[in-house]
């Protein structure tokens, strides 16, 4: 619903009326033939813009109150104003979503390949990691526009493009003397959702002629909690389909989800969050990555530490039998 509220003494005057509104409709119902114990609840969200100053066309200041109440509903069932800072995040969204359907068609992504490190020192595979350089914008990261393109979709085209990529640079690198160097490619929450993308991936593989022995993918644990049971069934088929594949939990221990999950999924590697590591002085960081290690251990899945920055983390992560590292260091 659209409200015009003319002859304004001061814009807070708006936030009396929005909260009237919200109280008002807040109440609880009873509805006609439901038991009259049972108390139905509505919540509302409204979003204000001003005149003039967010607008002074109608479709301008309906667009910007819209924005408004979109976020006022994120933070559930109140008012908010629109604000400038609003506008900026939203064409910045638009900027975005634009890019990356640009940089797919024009090919300008890339992948950069950061090293997994063993205890000798000798690099043993390697996490493939998406960069993006726009030319006027320079380089733009993954933190940023890959929830662009979980939101939009794009990250499904995204997706396979960085599969394919990876997979490619994989065989190459095999075939070339290292033949048990291995990669790891990451998969976003919606891109794991697909119906189909065991087949997606299966494709691919078989296309690519890899060995499914030097495939690792990584998928968090968010990826799992929407729907356990099938999430588990594309990781057995997967698994099935390319024997020796292997599935890691990434950013492991910043979940919120049972523990449980691990005995019953067909997990292989636990990724230890970087924030433990990066921060291992923080207290509790130490014990917590001591804890992972070992739960890793007795449950026989691989342990990888990343954001290893430092020497010292490093000694820490040996004296503790982690077997590999990734980081800055
Ligand atoms: P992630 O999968 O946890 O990747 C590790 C991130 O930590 C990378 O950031 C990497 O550059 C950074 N990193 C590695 N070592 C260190 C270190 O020692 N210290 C610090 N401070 N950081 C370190 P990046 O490349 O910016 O990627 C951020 C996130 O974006 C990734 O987190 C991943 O969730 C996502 N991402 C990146 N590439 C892809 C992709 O191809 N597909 C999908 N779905 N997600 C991707
Ligand atoms: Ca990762
Ligand atoms: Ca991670």
Known sequence: FVILLTHLQKPTDAAVVAQKIIDTIRRPYRVE???????INIGVSVGIALIPQNGLEAMQLIKHADMAMYKAKE???????????????????????NGIRKAL?????????????GVQGFIEGAEALL???DRKRGFISPVDFIPVAEETGLILPLGDWVFETACHQLKTWNSEGFEDLYVSINLSVKQFSQEHIVDTLSRIISRTGIDPKNLKVE?????????????????????????GIRIA???FGTGYSSLSYLTDFPIDILKIDQSFVINMDKKGNMKIINTIITLGNSLLMDVIAEGVETRNQLEYLLSKSCKAFQGFY
């Open 105 to 117: 068609d024009q090919k300008v992504f890339d992948l950069h390949y950061q090293p997994i490190v």
């Open 75 to 97: 933070r559930g069932n109140r008012y908010m104003f629109f604000t400038s800072e609003l506008n900026k995040q939203a064409s910045e969204r638009l900027f975005l979503e």
């Open 249 to 251: 939990i990434d950013d």
């Open 131 to 133: 960069r993006w350089h």
């Open 219 to 243: 998928i968090t644990e968010s990826s799992i909690m929407p729907d356990p049971s099938e999430a588990r069934m594309k990781m057995l088929e997967l698994k099935k389909r390319h024997p």
């Open 33 to 39: 033939g439901v038991d009259p114990s049972t108390k």
